[in-house]
């Protein structure tokens, strides 16, 4: 490749036109693309292996979801956006979610990409018959444009996955190529594969930055039937749909139409699962499967309670610290509140043992750090050693325990040391700020009141230790928008990191986040040694370097008590209509409703 550089320089006697050699970086072209192997399936392949492909595309699914909705934009931080948005559109690469991939992306709107062989680029060659619900082609000025909404105003998740992109060439209608630099990756190229394509033709005439109730126009499998705003949306599936004969979509998208029906009470939804007003929910809380998903339709068979199992990163709750009030600055505070919390007594009691303690971000993937520090993750933490807490090189990291009886008086006494540490007392039965005089009081943000129980043991704990406690539960858009204010002392949190993760987590853990109100990072982390680790893992090259850096951050994390983790699960609980059917092979995330089918006779 020539480069011509113009070189003019005002010496009386010369002007120079230089040309110079630099060495052309090949490309790869492929269908698919896996981060630390080649992709299992060929490009001739024909379905996934956990797909049906003899499903009968028929009937209709009816989701319960909880709350309400406000807005059919889904592509920016405000409003409370609707369930289901993501089947209208279509993403250059789809993940494949096979139990021998760790993670691999395959061609969809992209029929091939070719990539750098240095990861500074890929460009992308958009199947030409690819094409809106409207009629509308979808082409690479489509795909420009829809990147740089997302970088100018989109979710702050999209933001930071194309944060590194240097720039975007249309190389002609069905060619697009995005170049990522030197400071390119394997995983951003990946990463940039999942990118919902919208129709220039429609957002250059709206505004994209507020909130709507108008019917979205996608390339995707379904479109909108019907809307009740705040009760129930209708997704039709597209007759007209491009990309259904595709072996990415063998055996998916089986359901003619899928409806989601917004409710207040959940044991309201479940009445409604019973009586098939509904037939299809999903449930996180523990508690409420074991007491209120019984009667004769469970036992006789009708209604099918489903324990899907997978072997993938953990389901994790932990409690989240709004590390930006001065009552959680000190390191010890956080310790002895994480300390003061008793699993073992809860589990036993409320859970029936079917939950374990959470113990890391990562939990049960290879990036949970282990007890004994590795070569390369010591590698990586010794720079940062002035900044990290005493202890973190040497010794395991290990969270209190107790024999579940419910007498939790030796943590007690060892949160009331660190209490008293960290300048905290008793005074007149109250813990107060030996220095401010502030008495310690924590405010509990919950989104259900199914939440209360699990807590109860933890606000007695506390009590015991002087600090006051306030609850308050708030459903449905009011929850959101008091987490979007910050107006919570303490307030439960469920995520499922991906592996290995993506760009979305700078906007969970970086300082520049922590004020972004619409942002992940709800605890407000300001950490620039997480900042540094949050980077390198983002942008780690191989396994042993992902894995490295993993460990060395979920490491830092949990000797920083930034949060008090609660528990882990490693399945997932959905109660269907037994007509609702799945394939025999699951996903390795444990399942994904768009591969199930509705079997009942048409």
């Known amino acids: 490749m020539i480069f011509k550089l113009n070189w003019t320089k005002k010496l009386a ?3 120079l036109t230089i040309f110079v050699n630099f060495p052309a970086f090949a490309t790869t072209e492929t269908h698919a693309i896996s981060l630390y192997d080649q992709p299992k399936y060929k490009a001739d392949f024909e379905n996934f292996d956990y797909a049906n492909p003899n499903a009968p595309k028929q009937g209709e699914l009816v989701m319960v979801e909880m709350g309400s909705f406000d807005s059919l934009h889904q592509f920016i931080d405000q409003g409370k956006k609707v369930r289901g948005l993501f089947w209208l559109y279509d993403r250059l690469t789809v993940r494949g979610h096979d139990k021998d991939e760790i993670k691999a992306r395959y061609g969809w709107l992209a029929e091939k990409m070719d990539i750098a062989d240095d990861y500074s680029s890929v460009t992308y060659h958009i199947r030409k018959e690819a094409k809106f619900s409207d009629g509308y082609p979808v082409t690479a000025e489509d795909v420009a444009y829809s990147i740089a909404l997302y970088q100018k105003d989109g979710l702050s998740s999209l933001q930071s996955r194309f944060k590194s992109l240097k720039s975007v060439d249309v190389i002609d209608t069905h060619t697009i190529k995005l170049d990522f630099g030197v400071d390119g990756s394997k995983l951003q190229i990946l990463n940039s594969g999942n990118l919902p394509v919208l129709p220039k033709h429609i957002w250059e005439k709206q505004d994209f930055t507020k909130t709507s109730l108008d019917v979205p126009i996608g390339s995707g499998p379904y479109k909108v039937a019907s809307v009740d705003p705040g009760r129930n949306i209708t997704y039709q599936l597209r007759d007209d749909y491009w990309g259904k004969s595709l072996a990415v979509n063998k055996g998916k998208y089986n359901f003619k139409k899928i409806k989601v029906e917004y409710f207040r009470d959940k044991a309201a939804a479940i009445q409604a699962l019973k009586s098939d007003s509904v037939n299809y929910i999903t449930e996180t809380d523990i508690l409420r499967w074991n007491k209120l998903y019984q009667g004769s339709e469970f ?7 489903d324990k899907i199992d997978y072997d993938a990163p953990s389901f994790v709750a932990a409690m989240a610290f709004n590390l930006r009030l001065n009552k959680f600055k000190d390191i010890r505070t956080r310790e002895a509140l994480v300390t003061a919390f008793d699993f073992e007594w809860l589990n036993k009691q409320a859970f029936k043992q079917q939950y374990t303690r959470a113990t890391s971000l990562f939990n049960n993937s290879f ?23 005493p202890g973190i090189m040497s010794k395991p990291f290990l969270l209190p325990t107790t024999d579940g009886s419910g007498r939790n008086r030796d943590n007690l006494i060892k949160a009331q040391t660190l209490l008293k540490a960290s300048g905290w007392m008793i005074k007149n039965n109250k813990l107060t700020n030996i220095t401010s005089g ?10 259900s009141a199914a939440m209360k129980p699990a807590i109860g043991g933890y606000l007695q704990s506390l009590k015991k230790l002087g600090i006051q406690t306030t609850v308050a539960v708030k459903t449905g858009t009011e929850y959101y928008k008091l987490l979007l204010q910050r107006k919570f002392d303490m307030t439960p949190i469920q995520y499922k990191v991906r592996i290995p993760p993506n760009t979305e987590l700078r906007s969970s853990l970086k300082s520049e986040f922590a004020e972004v109100v ?7 982390i300001t950490d620039p040694v997480v900042d540094e680790l949050v980077e390198g893992l983002i942008n780690a090259t191989s396994y042993v370097e992902t894995k490295a850096y993993g460990q060395a951050l979920d490491r830092v994390l949990k000797w920083n008590y930034y949060s008090l983790p609660l528990w882990a699960r490693n399945f997932q609980l959905v109660a269907h209509q037994a007509y609702i059917q799945k394939p025999e092979q699951a996903p390795k995330y444990g399942y994904e409703v768009e591969f199930w089918w509705d079997n009942r006779e048409q």
């Open 13 to 15: 006697w010369m002007s």
């Open 299 to 305: 036992n006789l068979g009708t209604v099918i309670k």
């Open 367 to 389: 990036l949970a750090s282990q007890k004994k520090i590795g070569k390369e993750e010591r590698a990586i933490l010794t720079p940062f050693l002035d900044k990290l807490p």
């Open 438 to 447: 502030e008495v310690m009081s924590l405010h509990f943000l919950l989104p």
């Open 518 to 524: 619409s942002s992940y990072n709800l605890s407000g």
